[in-house]
């Protein structure tokens, strides 16, 4: 018998969109689960729409917002535009957000969001933070 699972599929929580900009033009990037913590950053089993990443290597992993790092998984690559289940801890696939508009309140981090201050840190994007 083939292994068989149901899933519900949906956009998720997207209040952190400050606009429909950039919805349409999201890249497609290769996330690592490994960086991720299921207690952490997918509680519920999948990545919340609005989790903050960074690009390290070519694969997607959390970002640091702590303000003095400015390389590596300090540097803004964008958001996931839609909740992501994770299955398993194979990396994959996921549509990331690196331009637009974003509501810094509603961005879904824990310990709170704060939209990065040095240019380092968000150079990789044009994201308006509002």
Known sequence: MP???QETFGTGDMS???SAHG???ARTAILDISAFTAGTHYPDGYIPSGTPVALVGGLLVPYDKTEATVTGAGILAGFVLTDQPVVG???FAVPLL???RVIVAKVP???GFAAP???AKKAATTIVFV
């Open 3 to 5: 292994k068989l699972r």
């Open 16 to 18: 952190w969109l400050g």
């Open 23 to 25: 919805l349409r033009n």
């Open 89 to 91: 801890n194979a990396d």
């Open 98 to 100: 690196d331009h637009g």
């Open 109 to 111: 981090y824990s310990g």
């Open 117 to 119: 201050a040095a240019a």
